[in-house]
C-alpha cells in the first residue's frame, strides 16, 4: 500500500497558477480535465480527493500513468483545487517500480524541470519557502505511515 498526499494551498498569494500541458482532443478545440473522486469526511469536516494510479505498461516504451477517476486516458490532465488534499493511490501492482513523481511541468525530472519539492520554489514566485523547507510537495505515505519529515499541511 503506498499513497502520495498533496495539499493544494495557495495562502500567501506568492505562488502561481500551475498549468499542465494541456493535450488537445483531435476531433475539437478544447482538452478534458480530468477531476479526483471527492469525499467530505463527516467526523472532521474536512474534504480528501482522491486520483487511484496505475500504470498502462503497454502505452509507451516504459508505460504511462493511468487514473480510474479519468477512463482509459493515459498522462490525462489531472485538475487540482486550491485548498483540497489530495491522495494517489498506488494500490495497483502496476505502479510496482513506477514512482509517482509531481512537477510544474510536463515530465518533470525526465526534462530536467522542477519538481514539487519542499525546498525547491515554484517557477515565478518570489516565494521564500525554500529557506524553511515549505514550499508545496507531496507527502509519502506507505501502509498509512509518513516517510518523510516534513508537512506541507498546517493541522
Known amino acids: 500500500d503506498c499513497k502520495v498526499i498533496m495539499k493544494v494551498t495557495d495562502e500567501s498569494n506568492s505562488l ?3 498549468e499542465a500541458d494541456p493535450v488537445q482532443d483531435e476531433q475539437s478545440d478544447s482538452f478534458e480535465v480530468c477531476l479526483a ?3 467530505v469526511n463527516a467526523d472532521t469536516d474536512s474534504e480528501v480527493c482522491t486520483f487511484t494510479t496505475k500504470v498502462n505498461l503497454y502505452a ?4 504511462y500513468y493511468q487514473f480510474e477517476e479519468c477512463g ?3 498522462n490525462p490532465t489531472l485538475g487540482l483545487e ?3 488534499t489530495y491522495e494517489f493511490v498506488q494500490k495497483d501492482p502496476s505502479n510496482y517500480y513506477h514512482p509517482l513523481g509531481l512537477a510544474y511541468f510536463p515530465d518533470g525530472a525526465h526534462a530536467d524541470a522542477d519538481e514539487l519539492e519542499p525546498g525547491i520554489v515554484p ?3 518570489s516565494s521564500t519557502c525554500d ?3 515549505t514550499c508545496p510537495a507531496p507527502m509519502y505515505y506507505m501502509k498509512n505511515v509518513y516517510q518523510g519529515t516534513y ?3 498546517a493541522d
Not at 509507451?60 to 508505460?63: A, P
Open 131 to 133: 529557506a524553511d523547507m
Open 16 to 18: 502561481p497558477a500551475i
Open 72 to 74: 482509459d486516458a493515459t
Open 37 to 39: 473522486n471527492c469525499v
Open 123 to 125: 517557477p515565478g514566485s
Open 60 to 63: 509507451g516504451e516504459l508505460g
Open 151 to 153: 508537512s506541507n499541511n
Open 82 to 84: 486550491v485548498g483540497k
